[in-house]
């Protein structure tokens, strides 16, 4: 009966701890943010259409450099993940990804019934994975590469040329194959840094897909999209979405509309208290260089810290237990398939008073041990 494997990042949606650096996003946003009373009085309640509002896809288009027909609104980020595999995929066919990554992203590719084949990119290389081991893993079956740009768990973006080159490697071996990228964070640039134009961009074999509910706070909209300028695909996306969820809810294509209409001034501010944040954990990190390394992001809220060898395995697992007394939470590596002495660390969501008291703990817990 089982499809879908257990996963202890499950927890981030129960209770809180006092200092959650687990988390991968920044404040929520209120409704009160968004909120245009006379609009949504007279909001028809009725069907939406299965492509999204328009006028929402004409907003998202601009965002990430393709025309409206080319957008495919979802329910929420993991929406358009699931689409892209269910469409895809199937038993036989082959999938390519890399790991650490997002634990569910990976689950998507393994229901379908695909093989899935995996590219390690570890915290020693940077978490940027080397083109070249991807070509033993590409193969005429291969019909879906799956990254992320910027990575979760790390924040490390991927360069345009990469990409491009992978692209032509995939064309070479994979022809059948499209490259997905989850683009997530793309807009969660830190203060004045430049944002990365979309890879969708780069080809019509592209996948694009992102939400508003990490780098604009609105998890709770649960309003995501899907880009591709191949028009078949596209097509095909629409008609999964028609016949699994039939359209998304007009109240979230609304706000979200509403939302990115207002992003300009709601990005600025993030972008600067994820520069704050960034700024007062590489401060932390380089004062207890002795016994944490971490890799510095390229965008959004969260970074990978790994404790050094002077912890033996024992330090280590005596470490979450530490952190818990101290009501701190790091997202453990073996979420994302990581390893042991890995942790993913959010530095978006508290207020710098209360990231400067987690970041105290954390130490504190490195001194206990």
Not at 16 to 31: I, K, Q, T
Not at 86 to 94: A, I, M, S, T, Y
Not at 261 to 284: F, K, V
């Amino acid at each position: 009966m089982a499809k879908f494997a257990p996963n202890e990042i499950m927890s981030l949606v129960g209770a809180a701890p006092r200092y959650d650096l687990a988390e991968s996003y920044g404040p929520d946003l209120r409704l009160g943010d968004l909120l245009d009373a006379d609009a949504l009085a007279n909001l028809s309640l009725g069907y939406g259409t299965p492509a999204g509002d328009p006028r929402l896809r004409q907003a998202i288009a601009e965002m990430v450099g393709v025309g409206p027909d080319a957008v495919v609104t979802t329910v929420g980020g993991m929406q358009a993940l699931f689409l892209a595999g269910f469409v895809l995929l199937g038993p036989g066919d082959e999938a390519v990804t890399t790991s650490p990554l997002f634990p569910q992203a990976r689950t998507v590719l393994e229901t379908m019934g695909a093989t899935v084949r995996t590219v390690p990119v570890t915290f020693a290389q940077g978490y940027r994975p080397d083109l070249a081991a991807f070509r033993p893993l590409l193969s005429a079956k291969t019909k879906l590469v799956s990254l992320a740009s910027p990575q979760n768990p790390s924040g490390v973006a991927l360069s345009p040329a990469f990409l491009g080159a992978l692209l032509g490697l995939m064309a070479e071996i994979s022809p059948e194959a499209y490259l997905l990228v989850d683009e997530t964070y793309r807009e969660a640039a830190h203060g004045q840094d430049p944002v990365a134009p979309s890879a969708v961009t780069l080809s019509p074999k592209v996948i694009s897909t992102a939400s508003l509910s990490k780098a604009h706070g609105a998890p709770g909209l649960r309003l995501g999209w899907a880009a591709t300028r191949d028009p078949d695909l596209r097509e095909q996306l629409v008609l999964a979405k028609f016949n699994t969820v039939i359209c998304c809810s007009a109240v979230d294509e609304a706000l979200a509309l509403t939302l990115i209409d207002r992003r300009g001034p709601i990005l600025a501010e993030r972008r600067q208290r994820m520069a704050d944040g960034l700024a007062l954990t590489s401060a932390w990190v380089e004062a207890h260089a002795a016994r944490i390394a971490w890799v510095r992001p390229d965008a959004g809220a969260i970074c990978c810290l790994r404790l050094k060898p002077v912890f033996d395995d024992a330090a280590v697992a005596r470490f979450s237990a530490e952190l818990a007394k101290q009501g701190v939470r790091l997202a453990a590596g073996s979420w994302f398939g990581d390893e042991p002495r890995v942790f993913r660390l959010g530095f978006g969501l508290l207020a710098m008073p209360d990231l400067a008291a987690a970041l105290a703990g954390l130490a504190s817990a490195l001194d206990r041990l």
